[in-house]
């Protein structure tokens, strides 16, 4: 069953750009890249309850990283850059994530909003690099041999990290400093009590988040060809939060979801600019009322619903405590 | 001989409100101490200040010989005292096992694999249900694998919080032979705990906590006797237990 569902997901993913009109496959690619961010996202806010508001800064630092590497480097390979744009940005999220220690709630966000607005100034100000509000033409990245200089090429390679960056999130539990991490999420206390180091682990949440939104930024900059800085405006952000909201806080699968949900809404949204927050807002209030878990949870439930009865499949209730054996 | 756990003094603040008063005490090596007192007396506060959950306004406290007042938790943890926090917070959407793995996170990784065997032998439910999730765990397995996991480290001194809290009268007897079981192999346990009569009869020293300050204390024989113990804890622990029973 789960693995039948897998194996036909596979098949719709590798053969859309053979079945759909080359539009879409450049919004696929976007709700790949999209994806990417949500989870570094989703390993911040979700996971250790930290809430940015700046993520469409990390995305703009990996985004121009992977460029300038792409345009004064071409010798580079694909993979080479990506890595790049994933560590420096990486690096920028540790230095902002240690100050933000202090910070909770409101105040964290607060800052981070203002961390985004800095990136975007930094941008413009660095216009002998950046090129500012001119903006920056990327050109076609070379994998070896091949330019990737075709929407299929690139579809595929965003795919190809995306299934990468996915699976190591997905087994993220698998590992020591993953579980410490996941543990933080479930109970801080209890987490604590076990030996893992608090700030660390949230400093951590912070670089990670900033690596996988900096390596989505270095695949949004080759899949849309061109950067200015109005692209990393402060409502990428909030997009990129409402992601992880509607898609479901703390889950890979959700991550997806929510990224694929709100990609193609603001593209059929185009229209109407002027109504967009307004929509966005009512999606936003209307899943926090009635699905607060996102899709993911809300998906969960449906399939319990589904089998029920069937032991094993069953979400654990909130956070049973004072359970009394028979 | 110097005692596992000596608190001198402790005064602890939430905001303005003050939550202890310098509160003074000591557990032996190997021995069973309890803590008693009403809710919001201090008690759960007096556990975390010693596992450095909580950072102490006044005061001092050494284990072992060390002072670790300012010790960070991680770091006590290390050094051999185990939490087992009010509420049990086992991590729900874990496994058994990955609930101990994180208990472990300060264990060596070539000893994991023993101390996990070492849990499942103490609680051998907890070895059948090892890749269940914990949050669908009853009440008294989640505080087993909340006591196992706390044990990953192999800890000198147990600071266990209300075990007993929520569970029916036969997995709470239970769960106090399991201690008495940690405690014969050397552990140090400080309990706290709502139901005074049974930790009096398992503990050998007692002291009750009362808004934050420590009123009385002596060996739990005495404390049982007290007017003042008996009209307050175990006159109050009758009417729970006929409540909860």
Same mark, same amino acid.
């Given at each position: 069953?789960?693995?039948?569902?897998?194996?036909?997901?596979?098949?719709?993913v590798?053969?859309?750009?053979w079945?759909?009109?080359? @539009?879409f496959?450049?919004?696929?690619?976007?709700?790949v890249?999209?994806s990417?961010v949500?989870?570094?996202?989703?390993? #911040?806010?979700?996971?250790t309850n930290? $809430?940015?508001?700046g993520?469409?800064?990390?995305?703009a630092i990996?985004a121009?990283t992977?460029a300038l590497?792409t345009?004064?480097?071409?010798a580079?390979?694909v993979?080479?850059?990506?890595l790049v744009?994933?560590?420096?940005?990486a690096a920028?999220? #540790?230095a902002?994530?240690?100050?933000?220690l202090r910070?909770?709630?409101?105040?964290l966000?607060m800052?981070?909003?203002?961390f985004?607005? %800095?990136v975007?100034e930094a941008?413009l100000n660095?216009d002998w690099?950046t090129?500012?509000?001119d903006? $920056?033409? %990327?050109p076609?990245?070379?994998?070896g041999p091949i330019a990737?200089?075709t929407?299929?090429?690139r579809? @595929?390679?965003?795919?190809?990290?995306a299934?990468l960056l996915i699976?190591?999130?997905?087994n993220?539990a698998?590992?020591?400093?993953?579980?410490?991490? #996941?543990a %933080?999420r479930?109970?801080?206390i209890?987490? /604590?009590a076990?030996? %893992?180091?608090?700030?660390?682990?949230?400093?951590?949440?912070?670089v990670l988040?900033?690596?996988?939104t900096g390596?989505a930024?270095g695949?949004?900059?080759l899949?849309?060809?061109?950067?200015?800085?109005d692209?990393?405006? *402060?409502?990428l952000?909030?997009d990129? *939060? !409402?992601m992880?909201?509607?898609?479901g806080?703390g889950?890979?699968p959700g991550?997806?979801l929510g990224a !694929?949900?709100?990609t193609?809404?603001?593209d059929s $949204?185009?229209?109407? /600019?002027n109504?967009?927050p307004?929509i966005?807002?009512?999606?936003?209030?209307?899943?926090?009322l009635f699905m607060?878990?996102g899709?993911a949870?809300? #998906?969960? =439930?449906?399939?319990?619903a589904?089998?029920?009865?069937y032991?094993g499949? !069953?979400?654990?209730?909130? =956070?049973?405590? /004072?359970?009394?054996?028979p | 001989m110097?005692?596992?756990?000596?608190v001198q003094?402790l005064t602890v603040y939430?905001?303005?409100?003050?939550?202890?008063?310098?509160?003074?005490?000591?557990?032996?090596?190997g021995e069973?101490?309890?803590?008693?007192g009403a809710n919001g007396a201090g008690?759960s506060?007096?556990?975390?200040a010693?596992?450095?959950?909580?950072?102490?306004?006044?005061?001092?406290?050494?284990y072992?010989g060390?002072?670790?007042t300012q010790?960070?938790?991680?770091?006590i943890v290390?050094?051999?005292v185990?939490?087992?926090?009010?509420?049990?917070e086992?991590?729900?959407?874990f496994?058994?096992?990955?609930?101990?793995l994180?208990g472990?996170?300060?264990?060596?990784?070539?000893q994991?694999?023993?101390?996990?065997d070492?849990?499942f032998?103490?609680f051998?439910?907890?070895g059948r249900?090892?890749?269940q999730?914990?949050g669908?765990?009853?009440?008294?397995?989640?505080?087993?694998?909340?006591?196992?996991?706390?044990?990953m480290?192999?800890?000198?001194l147990?600071l266990l919080d209300?075990?007993s809290?929520?569970? &029916?009268?036969?997995?709470s007897?239970e769960?106090?032979?399991?201690?008495?079981r940690?405690n014969?192999?050397?552990?140090?346990?400080l309990?706290?705990e709502q139901?005074?009569?049974?930790a009096?009869a398992?503990?050998?020293?007692?002291?009750?906590?009362e808004?934050?300050?420590?009123?009385? &204390?002596?060996?739990? &024989?005495?404390? &049982?006797?007290?007017?003042?113990?008996?009209?307050?804890y175990l006159g109050?622990?009758?009417?729970?237990g006929?409540?909860?029973?």
């Amino acid at each position: 069953m789960r693995r039948a569902a897998l194996a036909t997901g596979a098949v719709v993913v590798l053969g859309l750009p053979w079945a759909v009109p080359r @539009y879409f496959v450049f919004l696929a690619s976007l709700i790949v890249v999209n994806s990417i961010v949500a989870i570094g996202l989703n390993l #911040l806010s979700g996971y250790t309850n930290q $809430l940015s508001f700046g993520h469409a800064g990390f995305l703009a630092i990996g985004a121009y990283t992977g460029a300038l590497l792409t345009i004064h480097a071409p010798a580079l390979p694909v993979p080479a850059a990506l890595l790049v744009a994933g560590l420096v940005t990486a690096a920028v999220g #540790l230095a902002l994530g240690i100050p933000c220690l202090r910070l909770e709630g409101l105040y964290l966000a607060m800052a981070t909003l203002a961390f985004g607005f %800095v990136v975007v100034e930094a941008i413009l100000n660095l216009d002998w690099i950046t090129r500012g509000n001119d903006g $920056l033409r %990327v050109p076609a990245a070379r994998l070896g041999p091949i330019a990737l200089a075709t929407d299929t090429a690139r579809y @595929y390679l965003t795919v190809a990290v995306a299934a990468l960056l996915i699976l190591a999130a997905l087994n993220i539990a698998r590992t020591r400093t993953g579980r410490a991490l #996941l543990a %933080v999420r479930e109970s801080e206390i209890a987490a /604590q009590a076990s030996g %893992v180091h608090l700030a660390a682990y949230k400093t951590l949440a912070f670089v990670l988040s900033a690596f996988y939104t900096g390596v989505a930024g270095g695949l949004f900059a080759l899949v849309v060809g061109f950067l200015s800085p109005d692209s990393f405006d *402060v409502f990428l952000s909030v997009d990129f *939060v !409402a992601m992880i909201i509607v898609g479901g806080l703390g889950s890979v699968p959700g991550s997806v979801l929510g990224a !694929a949900v709100i990609t193609t809404l603001n593209d059929s $949204l185009a229209g109407f /600019q002027n109504y967009r927050p307004l929509i966005f807002g009512a999606i936003l209030i209307a899943s926090m009322l009635f699905m607060p878990g996102g899709i993911a949870s809300a #998906l969960r =439930k449906l399939s319990v619903a589904g089998a029920a009865g069937y032991p094993g499949t !069953a979400p654990p209730a909130a =956070k049973p405590r /004072q359970g009394d054996d028979p | 001989m110097t005692p596992v756990l000596d608190v001198q003094d402790l005064t602890v603040y939430y905001g303005k409100r003050r939550a202890l008063e310098g509160v003074s005490l000591t557990v032996g090596r190997g021995e069973i101490v309890t803590l008693l007192g009403a809710n919001g007396a201090g008690k759960s506060t007096t556990l975390r200040a010693v596992s450095g959950l909580v950072r102490p306004e006044r005061g001092r406290i050494v284990y072992e010989g060390r002072d670790i007042t300012q010790a960070p938790a991680d770091a006590i943890v290390a050094a051999g005292v185990g939490h087992v926090p009010e509420g049990r917070e086992i991590f729900p959407e874990f496994t058994v096992l990955e609930n101990l793995l994180v208990g472990g996170h300060t264990v060596r990784r070539s000893q994991v694999g023993e101390r996990v065997d070492a849990a499942f032998e103490l609680f051998p439910v907890l070895g059948r249900r090892q890749s269940q999730l914990a949050g669908t765990l009853s009440g008294g397995e989640q505080q087993m694998l909340a006591i196992g996991r706390a044990l990953m480290p192999r800890p000198r001194l147990l600071l266990l919080d209300e075990p007993s809290l929520g569970l &029916a009268p036969l997995l709470s007897r239970e769960i106090f032979r399991v201690i008495q079981r940690i405690n014969d192999s050397g552990v140090a346990v400080l309990l706290v705990e709502q139901n005074a009569r049974r930790a009096l009869a398992l503990a050998a020293r007692g002291y009750v906590l009362e808004t934050g300050r420590l009123v009385v &204390a002596g060996p739990s &024989a005495a404390l &049982a006797a007290d007017p003042r113990v008996r009209t307050a804890y175990l006159g109050l622990d009758r009417a729970r237990g006929g409540a909860a029973g």
